[in-house]
């Protein structure tokens, strides 16, 4: 069974894409195939991931909502044959709206079938708990939290896990937390060492580890349209190495 992954946080500023791309190109690294659905309307991983010309997005998918449909807006990556975009746009923004009373099923149906045709799907969720994320958390056999070290990550990661038991409780019985992915870290920073500390006590269970370090080569290998596992830096491989191990502890995870 293909796992599907929504990739969430209620905070902005945190990297959730950056995570989803990281994990991505893990997979991309191992010769997995792999769907990122970009359910974000700031399309900060279509534009990451270089995709083929497009004449559909997820906004069209979700205004048809069809079992399967999903299939035709997805398009090859500039990542190689293997990696592929269901694209995201601006207008998509209209279906977050709580004015928006279609079903948080209809992600999820739109999707029949496609996960068959991969070895991984992630969802790339907006940061705010909107109908875009309940219908990732609807779609999704796993949720997979991102933070930062910060002084919001604590009360940012309770709001995520209380957003799947709730996704959980009502739309989607099979949703399971992945865990908590701590991002930007900078080891040298005592602030972000008692943060981690913090989410540690009160997640001892979900928080995952390797912490993902704060690279620049991240920022150059989104600028540049590649995976990070592609750039050239020592800075590349730590945020590499880091993945790699995300993505095993998350594949151990799957149904």
């Known amino acids: 069974m293909t796992p599907t992954v929504a990739v969430l946080s209620l905070k902005g500023g945190v990297g959730k894409s950056t995570v ?30 270089d995709p083929a010309p497009f004449t559909f997005t997820l906004n069209d998918v979700l205004a048809d909502g ?26 998509l923004a209209h279906r977050d709206s709580a004015h928006d009373v279609a079903s948080p099923a209809r992600l999820r149906l739109s999707l029949t079938g496609v996960g068959d045709d ?62 908590i992915v701590v991002n930007r870290m900078r080891p040298n920073l005592n602030e972000h060492q008692y943060r981690l500390r913090e989410l540690k006590a009160a997640y001892p269970h979900l928080l995952l580890e390797p912490i993902v370090p704060e690279r620049s080569a991240v920022q150059q290998a989104q600028g540049a349209g590649l995976p990070v596992q592609a750039w050239p830096s020592p800075g590349a491989r730590d945020v590499t190495e880091a993945f790699d191990d995300l993505l095993d502890a998350l594949l151990a995870h799957a149904p």
């Open 118 to 179: 991969y070895d991984l799907v992630l969802l790339d969720c907006p940061p705010a708990l909107g109908q875009l994320t309940r219908n990732s958390l609807g779609a999704a056999d796993l949720a997979l939290v991102v933070t930062e070290p910060g002084f919001f990550a604590l009360r940012g990661a309770a709001q995520a896990i209380q957003a799947i038991e709730a996704a959980r409780g009502s739309i989607n019985l099979g949703l399971k937390p992945a865990g």
């Open 20 to 49: 989803t791309l990281g994990l991505a190109g893990a997979a991309w690294a191992r010769d997995l195939s792999v769907l990122v659905v970009d359910c974000d309307p700031q399309a900060n991983a279509t534009l990451s991931m």
């Open 66 to 91: 069809r079992p399967g449909i999903a299939r035709d807006a997805i398009v090859p990556s500039g990542w190689g044959a293997r990696v592929h975009v269901l694209p995201s746009e601006e207008a």
